[in-house]
């Protein structure tokens, strides 16, 4: 037998004694802060000079006509056949003109026409021809005499503006009359429906006139003379809603009481007989 034994390797490596070394060394901080910017940027002082020199104008040669090429073919036409523009129209209104001496004529040229221009007033007119004189109107009770008791509070009357068709001296115009219905029911002139129908009726006199003014004292009581009237007796019915509003109005002309009047003016003539060499 082998005597020989494999003896075990006794030497364990030695371990590694060097470890590695941490650095201990910091970083040192920084220590110098930026310096802040102390200097201020300059103002700028220098203003731009303004401008002293004015531009220069412009000069600009207009050549004469005659050097202008201009086409003439047409233009003999402008001035040997000129073509008249539009005219336009003119309506010529008629001029009121004065009347002829000694005239005072008053027609009534048709029908009182009416109508309501409130719950409670109503409004008639009727239209007139007559001579270009001073016209003015009133109003009275049906015998066209009699004034109303506080007509102002009833009727308001009056005319209006002068118009003329031909320039003969004649004017148009029209007389109208205000009823106040409030005003004048209940009235001793108001007459009320007997057949149960809401309303009544009232005789009005409407009297249109022509004027003058006496301005040489002639011996008028009163300076503003009637010389030619007409008088419109109306009868005005008039039908009220059922809350007493104006519903319908009716007007008839009725005839007038016509009285002739002669008065003697004998003692206020003196005749005398002229020479025949005066």
């Known amino acids: 037998p082998i005597a020989s034994i494999p003896v075990p390797i006794s030497s364990t490596p030695a371990p590694i004694a060097s470890i590695p070394v941490p650095i201990a060394t910091t970083p040192a901080p920084i220590a110098s802060t930026p310096s802040p910017i ?5 103002p700028i002082t220098s203003t731009p000079a303004p401008i002293t020199s004015a531009p220069a104008p412009i000069a600009l040669t207009l050549a004469p006509l005659s050097s202008i090429d201009l086409p003439t073919s047409n233009f003999s036409d ?3 056949n000129p073509t008249a523009g539009p005219i336009p129209s003119v309506t010529s209104v008629p001029t009121i003109t004065l009347p002829k001496s000694n005239e005072w004529f008053i027609y009534f ?14 409004l008639i007119s009727t239209p007139f021809n007559a001579s270009n004189r001073d016209i003015g109107a009133t109003v009275f009770r049906e015998d066209c005499i ?15 503006p002068k118009t003329s068709t031909q320039p003969d001296g004649f004017i148009q115009f029209n007389t109208t009359l205000e009823m106040n219905i409030t005003a004048i029911n209940g009235t001793e002139y108001w007459n009320a429906f007997t057949d149960g129908t809401r309303g009544g009726w009232v005789e009005v006199c409407i009297e249109t006139y022509l004027e ?10 009163d300076a503003v003379q009637k010389v030619n009237f007409k008088n419109n007796v109306l009868n005005i019915s008039v039908s009220l809603s059922a809350s007493y509003d104006v519903d319908q109005v009716s007007v008839v002309r009725e005839e007038v009481t016509k009285e002739d009047l002669k008065t ?13 060499t005066s």
């Open 212 to 221: 003058f003014t006496d301005n040489l004292n002639l011996g008028n009581d």
């Open 264 to 276: 003697d003016y004998s003692e206020f003539i003196r005749a005398f007989e002229c020479e025949e």
């Open 78 to 80: 402008l001035t040997s």
């Open 146 to 160: 009699t004034p109303f008791n506080d007509s102002s509070s009833y009727f308001a009357v009056d005319t209006t």
């Open 109 to 122: 040229t048709g029908n009182a026409t009416e109508q309501a221009i409130s719950k409670d007033t109503i």
């Open 38 to 42: 102390t200097s201020t940027p300059a």
